[in-house]
């Protein structure tokens, strides 16, 4: 069965470093998509991605993030310069339909531990 | 607040036992989905229930709709020991948006 995978699985950086999170998608999906889940909260949602460029964001997405679609199938989460609020599991969601109409499927998640 | 809300929190009930979960909204949705997360892994998507429908079954699992109300419940049957995980509902608000905006969620326990 086709799944999202994501790399790394747990990244350790210091305060200030530039972190890559890295994402493939389903081969066949439009719909890219990250949220977070800090520790014991909810999942949020910090952007989407459609036809090359980010359809939607949320106000966690910040000057700090950025995304990209370097290929046909690596899609990648930035952050320039790490803060210790930074750390959460990052997941990767892709989806045939726009997440408003249809089903997100998730990666395992990258865990970021900001020292 | 967009935010869907789960209630309870926690639920421990014994295998067997049925589990409902509830989650409230507060504007009008295109379409309610519930997920699973096991701890420290991703979500598993198990059902979607559009704004136009009351209620959908998948399996063990039963979700009801309420649009007047704002609120939706998730219903598993017969719980097994591997029914342990914490559930989120998450809704689409607004049509062509594509973030679902998730709940706090229910971590349910189901002790053998």
């Known amino acids: 069965e086709p799944e999202v995978t994501q790399t790394p699985s747990h990244q350790v950086t210091q305060m200030g470093q530039e972190v890559i999170l890295r994402c493939v998608p389903i081969?066949?999906?439009?719909?890219f998509y990250w949220y977070r889940q800090i520790l014991g909260q909810k999942v949020e949602f910090l952007v989407s991605?459609?036809?090359?460029?980010?359809?939607?964001k949320s106000e966690i997405f910040d000057d700090q993030f950025s995304v990209e679609r370097p290929d046909g199938s690596n899609f990648t989460l930035k952050i320039r310069s790490t803060k210790l609020e930074d750390s959460a599991m990052y997941f990767c969601?892709?989806?045939?339909?726009?997440?408003?109409?249809?089903?997100?499927?998730f990666g395992e998640g990258s865990r970021l531990t900001v020292l | 607040s967009q935010q869907g809300e789960e209630d309870p929190q926690a639920l421990s009930i014994q295998e067997g036992e049925n589990a409902t979960m509830n989650c409230s909204y507060k504007?009008?949705?295109?379409?309610l989905q519930w997920y699973r997360q096991n701890s420290g892994r991703g979500l598993v998507h198990l059902i979607l229930?559009?704004?136009?429908?009351r209620e959908k079954h998948s399996g063990r699992l039963r979700v009801t709709l309420d649009t007047s109300k704002k609120s939706s419940s998730l219903l598993i049957t017969a719980s097994r020991a591997a029914d342990t995980a914490s559930y989120f509902c998450?809704?689409?608000?607004?049509?062509?948006?594509?973030?679902?905006?998730f709940g706090q969620g229910t971590r349910l326990t189901i002790n053998p």
């Open positions: 991605f459609y036809n090359n460029e980010i359809s939607e």
């Open positions: 998450a809704t689409a608000f607004i049509q062509g948006a594509q973030k679902l905006v």
């Open positions: 229930i559009r704004s136009n429908e």
């Open positions: 081969s066949n999906h439009l719909y």
């Open positions: 969601a892709s989806s045939e339909v726009s997440g408003s109409t249809g089903e997100l499927f």
């Open positions: 504007t009008s949705i295109n379409n």
